[in-house]
Structure formats: C-alpha cells, structure tokens
C-alpha cells in the first residue's frame, strides 16, 4: 500500500527558545510533548516512586517473608525477550538478595500455551515450590492461580498486559493495568514491574535490618535487562521508562553489563560502545526472541543469567543459528500469505478489507506474530495470523495499527459472540488468542464485522510522520550524532524522520533486495550516502529516474574506523520526468 508523508506541525513550547537545545532538537522535542528543559532530565532520582504501585509494598512483604523463612520460589516467565529479562532479573536479584532456593520455569508455547497455566503448575509442583512468581503473565491466568492455592503454593502475580473481567484469586497482584491501580505511568514493561518490586523490597528489607549482616544490593546492575526488556516489548517510552532504558544504555556502553548481552551485540554486529534503543530492538530482542519462537527460551534466559563471557558467546551463537533459522521459516510463510492475498482484493488497485485474517495448516506457531506484523505494515490493516494448535484448535496472533485496539476489539467479539474465542488476551497493539478451527469463518466475519465498527471515522492510510526537511547544512556529522543519542528513542517517542527530493547519483541492490544509493542535495555539491532495506524489486533499481522522494533518518555510518552520515531510507518513490 502506497504511504503518505506528513509534515509535523511545529508546536509552541518552552523547550523552544533553550539556548542549550539545537534548534532543530528542540522543535523534535516539541511535538512529542517535551514542554521544558526538565522534561529531558532522565537522572534515576527522576523515577515514579515504587510506593506509587498498587501492591508492590504487600509483594515485598511477601517475598521478605520468603526470604528470611528460605522458602522454595519458582519463576514462571514468558516466551519473549520481555519475560526472558524479566526471569534473568527476578531470579538473580533474589539470590542476590539472599534467597537460596530461587528457580525458574518457562512453559513451552507449544505444550503449554500461555501464562501459568494449570499444567505448568502441576509441572512446578514437582519441585515442591512454596511461593510462584510470575512475570509478564499471569493477569489472566484464573485457572492456573486456582490450581496453585489447591496445592497449598502461594502465588504472586507481576504482569503488565491488560486486565479481563475478573482477577486471579492470587495472594498478591501488581501490575500497573489492574484496576485501581493510580501508578503514573501505565507503560512499564514485565522486566520493569518486577524491578519495581524489587525496589520495593529492598526497602522492605531495610525497614528490617536486613542488611546488616550482608551487604546491600545495588539494584542499577539490573537496569541493562530494564532496558533490552522495555526496549524488545515495545512499550511506550514515557518519560519514566525513557529513565529506565537510558540509565540501562549508559550501563552498556560503559562496559558494565552482564556478558550475555555483549555476546548478542557482537552477533548483531553492534559496537557496545555506540549502542541505543534501536540496537537493543533490531539486534538482541529478535535473538533472543527467537529461542522462544522456535525452542526453548530457557536458552535466551541462561544466555542473560551466565555471568562466564566464554559460555555466553556459546549461548548467543544459539540464540543467532535460532534467529537465523526463524527467517527461513518467515520468509516461505511470507510466500504463502503473499500468494493467499493474490486472490484478494488486495491484489488490485482497490481498497483492502478493513481488516484481514490468514490460515495456513502447517504454518509455524512461533512465526504468525511476525508474519502478522510484516502483512500488517503492508497493507495498513489490523492482522491476524493462525496456526495450528492442539486437535481442533488454532492459535492466532494479531497485530494492530494506530487506533483500533486489538484486545478491546476481542473483547467486543467475545462479547457478541459467546462462544467463538475460547480464549485471549494482549495489548492495544498485538494480541493472541485461540479458538476452534471449525469457526475460524465465523470469527473472519465478527472480526471483521467490529473492526469495521471501530474504524468508521479512521483515516486507513498508512501515514509518516515526517520532521519536515532539513536544509544543507543541516546533514552534517555532528547532528546526525546528536540525533542519534538525543533519545532514547522508541514507541510514542519516535526517532526523527525527515524528508525531501534528492538526486540520484547512483542506485545497486546490495544483499539481494537491499537497496544502496548515492545521492546529491538539491542544488549543492554535496553526496551523502542512503540505503533502503527490503525495497520492492519490482520498482528497484529504476534506472530511469533521475530524482527519488524519501523519508529517512539521518544516522552515522562508520566503517573502518571513518564516521559519516548516512540516510537511513524510511520510504522511497521514483521521480520520473
């Protein structure tokens, strides 16, 4: 689907007229809801209090309690890199804090299924564990929650997705989306609840002199798996997590964070002394993501836990033979939807359904998510992708786009339809869900139906939202260097993208299908590097356009030790005179 590029409006703010911002960083700043200079102060002082969570003083109590009794605790995490850091964090800060029988568990997506379910209790029970903990699941894990207080385990659910009707009936609940829940901000991560629990504690703990024969923990060495967490999730960056992720990128770059993660860097080709939030998204997150998508994510979890630089590199090497085998298993269920979509609409130069549904038998479960996501920015549309689950059912993972919210949207056909989805749950954004494979036609229509509903004054046109055009001048090293550290950057809290007609000098697939050009600033003598990934290759290379529009990012290049600017192409189309 062709994309449009809009402008930003500039917006008045204080921010504005700060000597000390360049001018063009402050209007950035502006239109996304900087007002003032103290609004960039990301210090850790800055950070909501933990006293401000709804029921993090009662989850210390608890886990205080668990720690002086020494009691047997299991962490039950998620399948992403969310709940991978979340696990990593949970389990070493407890035994840092003392805690001698702290474990952890992670169900296998496609045995179990998703959160603390009653088979991943009766699995845990073997190990006789006195307390649970879960971690970026559990909010709607009823049954699971239900199966534990039978055995006599106590639970603590730390979650962070939204809450259904009802609440597990579990000793302590936190999460920021729980109703009656007045915490400030509602983005935080999985890894950045149970490291608010954590701080919680840890004041719990001084309240009771627990450090006096021991020393006290020192909570910032967590703040790399904050980090890589928010950032791989995905969540808002609002002002409190932009101060968890950049305390966590300081942490990397100063060379003080677990060997795990400089392992996954260095297999990402990424120098751990220029990293930012992107790196930490478009390099780690997918390797380790990928150990939960095809495996098992206890590979990604020991990767994050090792503490011995020679045994991480191994668990990385892993985790990139696994990330590397997940993008053949992609690319040919990309086929398959691709040829699906030939016979729809979609094929022609007509309007796309408002919403799209895909089923394949024998697509990989681990996969529908990005498959979804990649038809999803293809077409502008909400997408769900199913695979086949346990006998009679299928599995499906949604992704949404900027104003329809995808669970609300379950909800609503739930509601309406009794029934139909056996179960779900997830974001505004991306959801999962299951239901019989029999009605897999009737939920296409319901979804469709609501989506429709929701979307009836939505403007359904992809859209960049561009920073406007920079001048000459303004393409030079030194900015592109601040731009690149000015964030960090991320969802609701967008990387600068700017946009303008330039020149071709030159154009050459690299890769295959990635597209690498030299071109010339409109009246200027200057040549400036671009390149643009996945182009379309039935438009690219286009030898016979002399100009090209574009949205891009303006970034550093370096190679062999030189530093320059480079285009980072968003959004490409041909000028033909």
């Given at each position: 689907m062709q994309k449009i590029i809009r402008r930003r409006q500039p917006i008045a703010a204080a921010i504005a007229t700060e000597p000390s911002v360049h001018p063009l960083l402050a209007r950035i700043y502006a239109t996304r809801g900087i007002s003032c200079k103290d609004d960039l102060n990301l210090a850790l002082d800055q950070l909501l209090p933990p006293d401000g969570l709804l029921n993090a003083q009662a989850a210390a109590r608890l886990l205080a309690d668990a720690l002086s009794t020494q009691q047997r605790i299991l962490i039950v995490g998620d399948f992403d890199a969310d709940g991978a850091t979340s696990t990593a964090l949970a389990v070493t800060a407890l035994r840092e804090f003392g805690a001698q029988d702290v474990d952890f568990l992670v169900p296998n997506r496609f045995e179990y299924g998703y959160g603390l379910t009653p088979g991943i209790v009766a699995l845990a029970a073997k190990n006789k564990p006195d307390l649970i903990i879960t971690v970026d699941n559990g909010i709607s894990s009823l049954e699971g929650v239900a199966a534990a207080r039978d055995l006599g385990i106590a639970t603590l659910i730390t979650d962070h997705h939204l809450a259904g009707r009802q609440l597990p009936d579990a000793d302590v609940i936190v999460n920021p989306n729980q109703p009656g829940c007045a915490f400030a901000s509602k983005n935080l991560a999985?890894?950045?609840?149970?490291?608010?629990?954590?701080?919680?504690?840890?004041?719990?703990?001084?309240?009771?002199?627990?450090?006096?024969?021991?020393?006290?923990?020192?909570?910032?060495h967590y703040l790399d798996l904050v980090a890589l967490g928010t950032v791989a999730d995905v969540v808002p960056l609002d002002r409190n997590n932009r101060i968890l992720v950049a305390a966590g990128l300081a942490r990397i770059r100063a060379g003080k964070a677990r060997p795990g993660i400089y392992a996954l860097l260095q297999a990402g080709s990424r120098k751990y002394q220029s990293v930012v939030a992107s790196d930490l998204g478009f390099a780690v997150g997918p390797r380790i993501n990928a150990a939960g998508r095809l495996d098992d994510m206890s590979i990604g979890i020991a990767c994050l836990l090792s503490d011995e630089v020679g045994e991480a590199g191994a668990f990385a090497a892993r985790l990139q033979q696994l990330n590397q085998d997940r993008r053949v298993i992609e690319q040919g269920m990309q086929e398959e939807a691709l040829q699906i979509l030939a016979g729809l609409p979609v094929a022609t130069d007509s309007e796309p359904p408002v919403a799209m549904t895909l089923y394949q038998s024998g697509w990989h479960q681990g996969v529908i998510g990005i498959l979804a996501s990649r038809i999803k920015d293809r077409l502008h549309r909400p997408v769900i992708a199913f695979a086949d689950g346990d006998a009679g059912e299928i599995k499906g993972s949604a992704r949404s786009i900027p104003g329809i919210h995808i669970r609300d949207i379950l909800d609503a056909v739930a509601t309406r339809h009794p029934g139909l989805i056996s179960k779900f749950g997830g974001h505004a954004m991306a959801a999962g869900m299951t239901l019989p494979v029999d009605a897999y036609d009737d939920f296409t229509a319901a979804f469709t139906a609501e989506v429709a509903r929701h979307a009836q004054d939505l403007e359904l046109q992809a859209v960049i939202e561009s920073d406007g055009e920079l001048s000459d001048a303004e393409l030079h090293l030194d900015l592109a260097t601040q731009l690149r550290y000015a964030g960090p950057w991320g969802q609701h809290f967008p990387e600068p993208v700017f946009d303008g007609r330039f020149n071709i000098v030159s154009q050459r697939l690299v890769g295959e299908k990635h597209l690498k050009l030299v071109l010339a600033v409109t009246g200027s003598q200057q040549i400036i590097d671009a390149i643009a990934f996945n182009v379309d290759l039935d438009i690219w290379p286009e030898q016979s356009a002399a100009r090209v529009d574009i949205a891009y990012r303006l970034d550093v290049n370096e190679f062999r030790g030189q530093r320059s600017v480079q285009l980072m192409i968003e959004h490409l189309v041909p000028v033909l005179d």
């Open positions: 999985g890894v950045g609840v149970i490291f608010y629990i954590m701080l919680a504690l840890r004041a719990e703990l001084r309240s009771r002199n627990w450090f006096a024969a021991r020393p006290e923990v020192n909570l910032g």
